[in-house]
């Protein structure tokens, strides 16, 4: 529709179409900053890591993450055991 031929009552529902997709785009982004939303998204993303969509437990994702955190602590102790021979 041209700008040129619209009234001003045309011109106020545009307006206050615009602003309700506004209040709800606004309502959207504030559910999803919301901190517990926040955590639980986290807390999701995690568990579909280490959970297929059938609930079974993927042992190469658990046996990889365990080798990494082995893999730290075992760093972890080595660099404490040289420092401690310097």
Do not use: C, W, Y
């Not at 890591?49 to 602590?73: L, M, P, T, Y």
């Amino acid at each position: 529709m041209s700008t040129s031929h619209r009234s001003p009552g045309d011109i106020e529902r545009d307006i206050e179409a615009t602003r309700e997709r506004l209040a709800g785009t606004i309502d959207e982004i504030s559910e999803r900053v919301k901190p517990a939303n926040v955590v639980n998204d986290i807390k999701e993303k995690a568990r579909s890591q280490v959970v297929d969509e059938h609930g079974a437990v993927r042992f190469e994702r658990v046996a990889a993450a365990g080798a990494a955190a082995a893999s730290a602590v075992g760093l972890a102790v080595l660099r404490k055991v040289v420092r401690r021979h310097r």
